[in-house]
């Protein structure tokens, strides 16, 4: 099997034949400032930007305010794979993307009462792949036939809830969280250099569209065992807890069967999908004080205990199946001197992090493993000012356990993915004078 190169820029948010399967591949969440800290959040207290990772930070949002994040990724995608039946050639192919990844605001409702609204795309499809039947009897009987395999599609993550702070030092919060968006694949099956011509031969084209409405609810808490202001220094432990459960897609299909005879036309709808939505427990420390920020977080989902009797199957017999995921992410800021007048370059915030996981899928029983180093930094519009322009630079990798895999009796060699991703955020601010009406303008 092979994937066909494409190095032009694209608005799909992914290219990788990962993301054949069920919902893609997963977008890491977060806004510049978290995914270039390794994707961190779920106990990051912060007064001056949004966090939808944790609706309990919507409680800390400052009054008379405004929090606004706009974000947008590029990515380029490498893909080595060892060609369908061989060991020794190699298939590259590479894809560039450009997209909006978060939209997202945070106001105060009320003294410790805060709204949290935004957009982000939850997973992503992308991916255009072949193969071809070499089996004598076919080739020799028939002509050559091509296996062809396409996908695109996103499924956005849109995101409104409520976070309460009681005390100072502790918030709860709670999300709805809606799932929407559609994702298409579609296969072929081609003939050409025909051989024979008694019209026994189709060619076959066929279009699975899947329309995703769901909606789910995350439950989020924070506490701060250490909130000195005097000193400057606040301690943050965050935990959140989302809801699983069943996708239940409208799937349409779609096939067109042609032979030299006759063609027909085949159209089905139905409405569901036994794939399911996992259960996903969250945990964080996070510390920070004017000069540096810094923070750990866990994230665990059951994928594979809510689908254990859910198994696909792929182009060439690929079996598919659903493991439940473990991720570790670390994140680092440091600020010079964020009051500096004389020299802005003590003024910017500097930030490095690292995650390491699992994907949520296995192929032919090989687990893959998933990893990403994070760098970036954070550029202050103004003295004093706490709005921002972020920068956020990563490097991934996803390897295979296994290098190859048996589907039937041939060796199939299994994709290694390098990415790199550049993502810019505008982070603003609403500070008090906004808010203000003046009595001489």
Known sequence: MGAAAQTLASSVNTYSPYSMYGMGELATPGNAIQRSMGGIGVAMFSSNMTNMMNPAAFGFTPRQSFLFNFGIDAGHYRNNQPKYGTTTT??????????????????PLAKGLGLGFGLSPYS??????????????IAGNVGRVR?????????????????????????????????????????????SDVITGSGDFSSTVGTDTYDVSKIKAQFGIMWSPIFDLKKER???????????????????????????????????????????????????????????????DYVYQDWGSQNSDYLES????????????????????????????????????????ARYGDYYQTFGGSKVKQLAVTAGFGLPVKLFGRSSVDVGFEYGNRKPANEFIMVGDKKVGMVNQNYFKMSVGLTLFGEDRWFLRYKYE
């Open 90 to 107: 190699e298939i590259k192919t590479a894809y560039n993307s450009v997209n909006i990844h978060e939209v997202s605001f945070q106001m």
């Open 124 to 137: 992503s499809v992308g991916y255009s792949m072949y193969n071809d039947d070499l089996t004598p009897g």
């Open 147 to 191: 296996y062809q395999y396409y996908g695109d599609g996103d499924v956005t993550d849109v995101k409104i809830g409520i976070g309460w702070a009681p005390f100072t030092k502790f918030s709860v919060g709670v999300s709805m969280i809606y799932y929407w968006g559609n994702i298409d694949r579609s296969y072929n099956a081609m003939v």
């Open 234 to 296: 606040i301690l943050t432990i965050g935990a959140t807890y989302d809801l699983g459960g069943p996708i239940e897609p409208d799937v349409k299909k779609y096939v067109y069967v042609d032979n030299l005879l006759t063609s027909v036309v085949r159209e089905e709808t139905e409405k569901s999908l036994p794939l399911r939505l996992p259960s996903q427990i969250a945990a964080g420390v996070f510390y920070q004080t004017p000069s540096i920020r810094f923070g750990v």
């Open 314 to 353: 792929g182009g060439r017999g690929v079996h598919v199946a659903y493991t439940d995921t473990h991720a570790f992410k670390a994140g680092f800021e440091i600020i010079p001197r964020r009051t500096d007048v004389s020299n802005y370059l003590n003024r910017i915030s500097y930030r490095v992090g």
